[in-house]
């Protein structure tokens, strides 16, 4: 365990360096620079509102508010997640060379994906500005849910990432897969269109409960209970764990498939 | 037990039955699909290749030690598995002390960055801690020439200016063991006497040095003792001379 923990601490430094290596890349070179990634979000919910509240005439309240916090959420999921499924084979040039511990690759990748979430989180501040939303003071509590879905995100993207090394074509896909998965998490229709059996099937879905979380304490002004934060950490924790296991089975045997 | 201990003192490098097997499936099989079918279709062989076959032998502390063999024998494998690139399918390696391989330099350039990017880049891909890297910055440079440079991209340099960046970042460390793979050629003939000179350099202060090399002239001039192998197996492992000897009749 000790020497885990020396480990982690010197390559601490590369996992940094190669985290803003990645800012620097995406940011390097576009005249809106990080604007973009605030403007993202809020066009694609200008254009979700225009659509879902004139087409299907959905009953709720603030709907950008709530499409944003459902989006803003998955959409770090899912981009931490196919950053990170590739993020070994894509590293091959380097774990081909020289001795790193390799679960610093996806971990990277979904820091980096991490710090993206604040630039969309700049866009929520402002949309909720613009729109005079009122918050109450348990949005202090949003770091929680995000913290859970970090976790939660981490461990699937070792899995995936282990897996792509071994199976290339699980990217394509993860592409229908996560859309999916969008599907069964509330975030352009409201919750109580679902049916209850439906509503069954869909609480088993992590990501409906980091996303409820989320809007509870942004939007709601609700505490969660007790048992959605044990239902949260449950997921959390155990999909790490499943992650660190399958990671660490196959990482010796990665540099023989890239 | 007290003589364990003393072995592993006074070798930096123990190696104990260590054999290396590749997959050589005739089409590399890397996807769901390909998996699927072969399942369906009962075809999925694993035809091995045997790079080392059960290889045995230590390297004393602060010794010169070459590794001889043909194109193709394992001695990069024996190289990559020494530097934890790799690891064995069977058998044990132990490695006491800090290693710098000079095998594959320039691991993790990123051409769209600086020079002074990739700089801290590459030294932490090496386990350099920031501190060591900025102490060592101007030395960096200035062993590297290219300080006028030191602000553009990666990608409008020379082969030979990254090389170079990539020789300097390399052997900043005083390493326990230096392993160096085909005595960098590198750069002009001003450059390469530099190289050497720093390696020579490095030798001094009681490291482990492991060269691989297909100048026998050179592991003659260098070396205390040569390890040979051939096809994966260790043929001889003596003093230089005996091991030369063989090695240039065979």
């Not at chain 1, 770090?76 to 380097?94: E, H, K, Y």
Request: glycine residues 6%.
């Amino acid at each position: 365990m000790k020497y885990y923990i020396q480990t982690f601490n010197k390559y601490l430094y590369l996992l940094f360096n190669l985290i803003s290596r990645d800012f620097k890349i995406k940011y390097r070179r576009s005249i809106l620079g990080i604007l973009w990634s605030i403007l993202n979000p809020v066009l694609m919910m200008v254009v979700i509102t225009a659509v879902f509240l004139n087409l299907f005439k959905f009953e709720i309240d603030n709907f950008p508010i709530y499409y944003l916090t459902g989006s803003t959420i998955f959409s770090f999921f899912t981009d931490a997640t196919t950053s990170s499924m590739t993020s070994i084979v894509g590293s091959g040039q380097i774990i081909k060379k020289v001795y790193i511990p390799k679960y610093i690759f996806p971990l990277q990748k979904c820091l980096f994906s991490f710090v993206n979430l604040f630039f969309s989180l700049i866009a929520l501040i402002i949309m909720i500005i613009i729109l005079k939303f009122e918050v109450t003071y348990t949005v202090i509590l949003a770091p929680i849910p995000i913290i859970y879905i970090l976790i939660f995100s981490l461990g699937i993207s070792l899995i995936l990432s282990s897996l792509t090394v071994f199976f290339r074509d699980i990217v394509h896909l993860y592409g229908v897969i996560t859309t999916i998965w969008m599907y069964f998490t509330p975030i352009i229709y409201p919750e109580n269109i679902l049916s209850d059996s439906m509503l069954k099937l869909i609480s088993l879905n992590p990501l409906y409960h980091y996303v409820g979380y989320f809007r509870d304490v942004v939007m709601y002004g609700k505490i969660p209970s007790l048992k959605v934060n044990i239902i949260c950490i449950c997921f959390s924790l155990i999909t790490l764990i499943i992650g660190s296991i399958i990671f660490k089975r196959t990482q010796d045997k990665f540099v023989l498939h890239i | 037990m007290n003589d364990k201990i003393g072995d592993i003192c006074m070798n930096s490098v123990q190696i104990s039955n260590v054999s290396m097997h590749f997959n050589t499936n005739k089409q590399k099989m890397n996807s769901l699909k390909e998996y699927c079918i072969g399942l369906i279709k009962r075809q999925i062989d694993y035809s091995k290749f045997i790079a080392l076959n059960d290889i045995s032998f230590n390297i004393k502390k602060g010794s010169v030690v070459g590794i001889v063999g043909l194109n193709g024998s394992g001695k990069s494998t024996l190289l990559k598995l020494i530097a934890g690139v790799l690891k064995p399918t069977k058998g044990k390696i132990i490695v006491t002390g800090v290693i710098a391989p000079l095998i594959e330099l320039g691991a993790g350039f990123d051409m769209e960055l600086t020079a002074r990017e990739n700089i801290y880049l590459n030294g932490a891909v090496l386990g350099f801690s920031k501190k060591m890297i900025q102490s060592k910055f101007e030395d960096i440079v200035d062993f590297s020439e290219v300080r006028e440079f030191i602000d553009v991209p990666m990608k409008n340099y020379s082969s030979g200016m990254v090389a170079r960046i990539a020789f300097a970042i390399a052997t900043i460390v005083n390493p326990d063991i230096l392993i160096v793979d085909e005595i960098l050629s590198v750069g002009d003939f001003q450059f390469q006497k530099k190289c050497e000179d720093r390696i020579s350099e490095m030798m001094k202060n009681n490291t482990t040095v492991i060269i691989v090399s297909h100048s026998i002239e050179q592991i003659e001039r260098l070396c205390e003792r040569v390890v040979w192998i051939e096809k994966g197996i260790l043929k001889m492992n003596d003093n230089t001379d005996i091991v030369c000897e063989a090695y240039k009749n065979s």
